[in-house]
């Protein structure tokens, strides 16, 4: 698929820049990066040298969280234009060779380690959980990469399974059959990945059956909520769910924790999907924890 950088200026609304420099202001890596919005706007709307200005390795620095999009008082794209030029530079070949690798390994394995697919559920092996196809259930909890594969991360997974089978949430996995959402694939430029995965995981969760979808990750919870164009499956983050279960009595919080807590609200549940209330709902009904805003929340 060919693509034309110089499209960019109407389709990224690049022509209403009033060069003011909000964008750049707000943006949380321009403290380790030499990445400038502002500057990037306006060189991509004058240039004719586009293959010069996008070899920049600044253009990967951006964690797309769309603080400037948002903030744009004009309304420029500024985000898509940086996914736009990263989809050019991936078209061209040009990525650096830890996304390539990270890209390879999700078309082959279903995620950006390449870790085997036949272990994406080993962690939920003990605690009984319903794996969709061999079980029949209408809820999905889709785990995601990192929380099937990183130890760190793992323990989020089967705390949460926890949580919910302590409310009799019926609900289950797709174990193996899962793969990435695409998100991150999708931010780094890889379009006809990313459609291709769109593609894959709504017809896995439609013919199996699935009515509605828990996400542990804020990433997976976007693009499944947002960027799935033919998916008109209800998508709920998980906080979402206990807010709910706490609310109804489904599920009580008796064990006092006595100490200070305070939360950080993710780029891609917060300001780009304006889940705010439920995370913080969950944490003040905890008996003797004393919830704390940061300063700039």
């Known amino acids: 698929m060919k693509i034309d950088p110089k499209t960019f200026i109407k389709d990224y609304l690049l022509n209403i820049c009033i060069q003011c420099g909000t964008c750049t202001g707000g943006c949380p890596v321009k403290f380790r990066s030499p990445l400038n919005m502002r500057r990037l706007v306006r060189q991509t709307f004058l240039t004719n040298d586009f293959s010069s200005l996008f070899k920049s390795p600044d ?12 903030r744009c008082p004009a309304g420029v794209k500024n985000v898509e234009l940086i996914i736009g030029i990263r989809n050019f530079l991936a078209n061209q070949g040009e990525v650096p060779s830890t996304i390539r690798d990270a890209l390879e390994n999700t078309f082959l394995q279903g995620n950006p380690w390449g870790r085997f697919r036949d272990r994406r559920a080993d962690w939920a092996k003990d605690f009984g959980v319903k794996i969709i196809g061999e079980a029949t259930t209408e809820t999905l909890l889709y785990v995601g990469c990192a929380p099937s594969y990183d130890p760190r991360v793992q323990n989020v997974s089967t705390a949460l399974v926890k949580i919910l089978q302590k409310a009799n949430l ?50 997976c919870f976007n693009t499944f909520k947002n960027e799935y164009p033919d998916l008109d499956i209800p998508v709920q983050h998980y906080t979402q769910v206990i807010s709910e279960l706490v609310e109804r009595g489904k599920l009580k919080i008796s064990k006092a924790l006595n100490l200070p807590a ?15 209330d439920e995370p913080r709902k969950i944490l003040t009904s905890i008996p003797g924890l004393e919830f704390r805003e940061m300063e700039r929340s």
């Open 262 to 276: 305070t939360y950080q609200d993710p780029c891609f549940l917060g300001k780009q999907n304006q889940v705010f």
């Open 170 to 219: 019926d609900f289950g996995i797709l174990g193996k059959k899962e793969s990435c959402c695409g998100n991150e694939i999708r931010r780094m430029g890889e379009q006809v990945l990313f459609k291709k995965l769109s593609k894959d995981n709504t017809n896995l969760f439609k013919k199996s059956g699935i009515k509605r979808i828990i996400t542990i990750s804020p990433h």
């Open 59 to 70: 253009l990967w620095a951006c964690t797309t969280c769309s603080t400037c999009t948002l």
